[in-house]
């Protein structure tokens, strides 16, 4: 399984995480296995989630590029990439501004 993001849900006073299933490791299946790199993804994954709890969505915007670069066709990360990047405009926006005389 991979962290996704948090989220809450109507009716429901605490977030909680989502994740998606990628293998099971005890199946002998070999479409529901673990493959080569699913490890590698979900640790990847794992790491620029935690930084988008932290509230670093620089770091996280940088973490969901690496995923991409190594994974290209994964839509969580380019999903994920593009909450990173509406973060960091809002942030930006909201921002204090700077008087000038």
């Known amino acids: 399984m ?9 009716g429901r006073k605490a977030e909680f995480m989502i ?3 990628l293998a099971l490791r005890a199946s002998d299946d070999p479409e529901l296995g673990v ?3 699913d490890q590698q993804l979900s640790e990847m994954t794992g790491h620029a989630s935690r930084l988008i709890e932290a509230g670093d969505f ?4 940088h973490a969901y590029r ?6 290209p066709g ?3 990360a ?3 990439l593009r909450e990173c990047e509406g973060s960091l405009s809002l942030s930006l926006s909201n921002a204090p501004r700077e008087r000038t005389n």
């Open 19 to 21: 994740y998606e299933l």
């Open 2 to 10: 991979r962290p996704l993001k948090r989220v809450q849900v109507k």
């Open 35 to 37: 493959r080569n790199r």
């Open 58 to 61: 620089l770091a996280a915007e």
């Open 74 to 76: 994964d839509s969580v």
């Open 78 to 80: 380019k999903l994920m």
């Open 66 to 71: 690496a995923i991409l670069e190594s994974f």
